[in-house]
């Protein structure tokens, strides 16, 4: 039965576009609170997962495509534990977490969880240099560790004066100190880039680069005050873009060149579909109005929705006959792939967490007087009906709440007379088996390599594993 989160109601109407609170990201983010906000809130790696059978040739070729952690009905245990407040990636050798108060870095032996380096001070996280976004969570992902950096901020938004500090994530050296303390507008990494922002004494902002790998400076561009200064910049796709009274600009991160004054339509969140084409969040470049765009293996349009495309954190290519779209009025909207006709919609915050087998696995957050703290809820992906749901006591939005092998999600149950960690049936919720919880606390479960799994509370991470010790 649905919770007080969460009514379904089948319809083909769109809720407008509006300033709804919820809380799905959409643009315009300003670089100052992208900067506040990136190392914070664990921003989730968008990685395309297989069931364990063969995927078509042409989709593999197209996105990442890695195992789901294995084999749930076999219990985890405690291998070590440590104070850590967020996993933000693994490295060969190392799990590099956020320090148990929110801050700083540590980077932890995969065997036995020792220290290996640590770093203190600023917002951090793992930045795979290939990729557009931090990484701060990619579940069975091994990234390489000459093609990632860890990155900490100092950040004006949090009263700090501009930092930025990029190490090594294997040993923790320190590979720059980029100079950015004129960055009093912001500084944020974009790829394999760090930019920051800066008043310019002779009005409008200057806008400098700096690389990941070296720390060396890369380019400085001044946006005139005749264009109205930037009264905003933050990323979409592999883009760099500022709003200014005159027009918008993209820039290119590599270059700090200014791609048009009156940018295109910018498209991010691109996911593959069966057919061959594709679904994508675009952005109009006369406005602030967003759409979830699916498009034809010729390139050309076959539908546009209203909001933003969601794609879960975990999903299998064979299954997104319905896109996840969110209205910025508050719904979750389930949207037929192939016709672009709403099946379902759900009210309150609602986040893909994973989506196969006919089944999504949302996680939601408490929205109003009286909700309970968090929950994971499965829904039938072509009706909206909600099979099951479990109260976790984790009001965390999308990530961490649950892990999956393709079949069943494990969830850390919390319903005031202790924990457990329960693996549920993903289509209808029976319990299968169930783990001992290390923490008394709600927690947070995160997939790692090696079939492992850590669970996350109160500046407390436990790695669970298949030996037993």
């Not at 065997?111 to 600023?122: F, I, K, L």
């Not at 602030?288 to 933003?308: H, N, Q």
């Not at 299998?316 to 672009?340: C, E, F, I, K, M």
């Amino acid at each position: 039965m649905p919770g007080d989160l969460i009514e379904v109601e089948l319809d083909d109407e769109l809720d407008p576009l509006s300033d709804g609170d919820g809380r799905p990201p959409r643009p315009p983010w300003s670089l100052r609170r992208w900067a506040a906000v990136t190392a914070a809130l664990a921003t989730v790696g968008a990685v395309a997962v297989g069931t364990g059978g063969a995927v078509r040739a042409d989709l593999a070729g197209r996105l990442p495509v890695t195992g789901l952690t294995g084999d749930l009905r076999i219990p985890r245990h405690e291998l070590w534990r440590a104070d850590a407040g967020e996993v933000l990636g693994t490295v060969p050798g190392v799990l590099v977490t956020g320090g148990a108060d929110g801050t700083g870095a540590r980077g932890l032996a995969w065997q036995d969880g020792s220290t290996a380096w640590r770093h203190d001070g600023g917002r951090c996280t793992l930045n795979d240099v290939d990729d557009v976004d931090p990484v701060s969570w990619r579940g069975t992902e091994v990234l390489p560790a000459d093609r990632s950096r860890v990155v900490c901020l100092g950040l004006v938004s949090e009263g700090q004066d501009p930092s930025a500090v990029i190490l090594d994530p294997v040993t923790g050296r320190v590979v720059g100190e980029p100079d950015v303390s004129d960055a009093d507008v912001g500084v944020v990494a974009l790829g394999a880039h760090l930019v920051g922002v800066a008043d310019s004494a002779r009005g409008g902002r200057t806008v400098s680069s700096w690389s990941l790998l070296t720390g060396s400076a890369e380019w400085s561009v001044t946006v005139s005050a005749a264009d109205g200064g930037i009264g905003s910049m933050f990323a979409i796709g592999d883009r760099l873009v500022a709003t200014t009274l005159s027009g918008r600009y993209s820039f290119d991160p590599a270059t700090g060149e200014r791609i048009d004054a009156t940018a295109t339509d910018l498209t991010f969140e691109r996911r593959p579909m069966r057919d061959g084409g594709d679904v994508a969040t675009v952005w109009a470049a006369d406005g602030f109005a967003a759409s979830a765009v699916a498009t034809g293996a010729d390139g050309t349009e076959r539908w546009s929705v209203g909001g933003y495309y969601l794609p879960p954190s975990v999903d299998d290519p064979w299954s997104r006959d319905v896109v996840p779209v969110y209205s910025s009025a508050g719904a979750l909207l389930g949207v037929d792939a192939a016709t672009g006709d709403v099946r379902w919609r759900m009210s309150g915050a609602s986040f893909p967490l994973l989506q196969m087998a006919g089944v999504i696995a949302l996680t939601s957050v408490a929205t109003g007087e009286g909700a309970s703290p968090g929950a994971v809820i499965a829904v039938d992906a072509a009706t909206g009906v909600v099979l099951w749901r479990q109260d976790t006591g984790v009001d965390q939005p999308r990530a961490g709440a649950a892990v999956s092998d393709g079949a069943r999600l494990a969830v850390a149950e919390h319903d005031g007379g202790g924990t457990r960690i329960a693996v549920h049936d993903l289509h209808d919720g029976t319990v299968v088996t169930t783990w001992p919880s290390a923490l008394d606390d709600p927690s947070r479960l995160v997939p790692l390599p090696a079939n492992r799994v850590a669970q996350v509370a109160d500046g407390t991470l436990v790695v669970l594993g298949e030996e037993a010790r």
